[in-house]
């Protein structure tokens, strides 16, 4: 790879299947399990030389330091000053993290989820007006659309009356997206 992180012509030429022809063992060297979980990364232009340098880089940004704090709950979001409680949201554990329960804000939270699409999809949830909410948008920033945007394309598939509108402002790709059942 060269500064930019770019692979050099050569291996950008190669094909998935060259690269198995000439390494064999390429499945088992570029692949990882952890629990019941795979990272197969075989499928990917890599070579040693690239998993050497990306594990530099990790060692350099003190990646593992940075997996700990969030694992903590030390306030590692430096835009707002908090915490990031993606592992809580993920933890089924009564307390989380060590020393600290943020569990019955993240249980509250996903009830309180659970009980707004509940409403939105029976029609329920009135606007100011006293109407059914028939549209939702959410307006999020960086990669906070995701999950919204996944949830969407899989409520545009069912019954439910609301459509659903996702923006990200800062995205200069695209800006917004829209789904809906046609």
């Given amino acids: 790879m060269d500064g930019a992180g770019r692979a050099p012509e050569k291996d950008r030429a190669a094909s998935l299947t060259e690269l198995f022809a000439v390494d064999p063992s390429r499945a088992e060297r570029f692949s990882i399990e952890a629990g019941e979980l795979m990272l197969d990364y075989s499928k990917h232009r890599v070579d040693a030389e690239a998993m050497r340098l990306l ?4 060692a350099q940004a003190q990646l593992p330091t940075w997996i700990a704090r969030m694992f903590g709950g030390e306030p590692i979001n430096s835009t707002e000053a908090r915490a990031v ?3 809580a949201l993920r933890s089924d554990d009564a307390s989380f993290p060590e020393g600290r329960d943020v569990m019955s804000d993240v249980r509250g939270a996903r009830e309180r989820m659970r009980r707004f699409v ?10 100011a007006d006293g109407r059914a909410i028939t549209d ?3 307006i999020g920033i960086g990669g906070s659309d995701l999950g919204p945007g996944c949830s969407c394309g899989r409520c545009a598939s069912s019954a439910s009356p609301a459509r659903n509108c996702i923006s990200s402002p800062t ?3 695209q ?3 829209r789904y809906s059942r046609a």
Avoid at 118 to 127: D, M, P, R
Wanted: hydrophobic share 40%; glycine share 16%; aromatic share 0%.
């Fill in 171 to 173: 995205s200069t790709r």
């Fill in 55 to 58: 594990a530099a880089l990790a």
């Fill in 175 to 177: 800006t917004s997206r």
């Fill in 136 to 138: 939702i948008v959410n």
């Fill in 118 to 127: 509940g409403e939105a999809h029976g029609g329920v949830l009135k606007g």
């Fill in 85 to 87: 409680l993606h592992v």
